[in-house]
C-alpha cells in the first residue's frame, strides 16, 4: 500500500547542525563507542560526520534493505551485507538518518548483537513516532518523508517512474519544491529522465 506523502528537505547545513548536538549528547550520556557503524546506504554520510565529530576513525557499515519507493515497502525488511568488522565485545553505535518503520533498525540491532557486540545504540538524524524503534539519540521528530541531499536525483527518479507522465508527477515535485528541494535540480533531473526514456 502507498501511503500519501508530505516532503521535508533538511539542507545540508541543518543536517551538520543536528549532528554538531547529537554529537555533544552522545558525549554528555557517557557512551564512548568503539565502533560506529552506519547503515547503508543513508546512514553513511551521518555515520562520516559523527566519527569526525567524536573524533572517532573506527566506521564500519551494515545493509539492510526495506523501501523500495516513497512510502512503499517490501513485506519485511532483509540484510543484505553483514556488518563489515567484528564488533564481539565492542560498543557500538549504528547510525542511519531517518527511523521510518523502525523495521530495519530491528534488524541491524539483532544482528550486531548476535554478533557479540557488549552494547548497542541507535541514532539517526529524525525519529518517526510510529516507528518500532526509538533511538537512544535522534536529532528531530517528523512524520513526513525526509528528503536528504544526497538522495534528491533518485527521489525525483522514483516519482517519475510511480507516476510517469501524468499530472500527479508536475503535483508531487511541486510538493517537492515546496518542501526545499531546489527547482533548478528537479527540473535538470527530471530533463534527464526523459531524454534517456526518449533514446
Known amino acids: 500500500m502507498v501511503r500519501q ?3 521535508e528537505a533538511p539542507s545540508w547545513g541543518k543536517i551538520y547542525s543536528m549532528l554538531l548536538a547529537q554529537a555533544e549528547r552522545i558525549r554528555s550520556s557517557g557512551f564512548k563507542p568503539d565502533v560506529i557503524v552506519g547503515v547503508s ?3 553513511w554520510l551521518p555515520a562520516r560526520v559523527l566519527s569526525d565529530l567524536l573524533e572517532n576513525p573506527s566506521v564500519a557499515s551494515v545493509r539492510a534493505e526495506f523501501y523500495v519507493g516513497i512510502g512503499e515497502t517490501r513485506c519485511e525488511p532483509k540484510l543484505t551485507q553483514a556488518v563489515s568488522v567484528v564488533v ?3 560498543r557500538v553505535l549504528v547510525v542511519d538518518e531517518v527511523d521510518d518503520s523502525g523495521e530495519s533498525l530491528k534488524l541491524v540491532n539483532a544482528h550486531i548483537m ?4 557488549a552494547e548497542v545504540r541507535v541514532a539517526t538524524l529524525y525519529h518517526k513516532p510510529e516507528s518500532a524503534v526509538k533511538p537512544d539519540y535522534y536529532g528531530s521528530e517528523v512524520t513526513k518523508w525526509i528528503v536528504f541531499p544526497w ?3 533518485e527521489t525525483v527518479r522514483k516519482i517519475w517512474e510511480k507516476h510517469k507522465n501524468q499530472q500527479n508527477t508536475e503535483k508531487t515535485l511541486d510538493k517537492l519544491a515546496a518542501a526545499g528541494v531546489p527547482k533548478r535540480l528537479i527540473d ?5 529522465l526523459r531524454e534517456a526514456k526518449a533514446c
Not at 114 to 117: M, N, V, Y
Not at 188 to 192: P, V
Open 5 to 7: 506523502v508530505e516532503f
Open 41 to 43: 546506504r543513508g546512514g
Open 88 to 90: 564481539a565485545g565492542k
Open 114 to 117: 548476535e554478533r557479540g557486540a
Open 151 to 153: 538522495e534528491i536525483k
Open 188 to 192: 535538470r533531473f527530471l530533463k534527464e
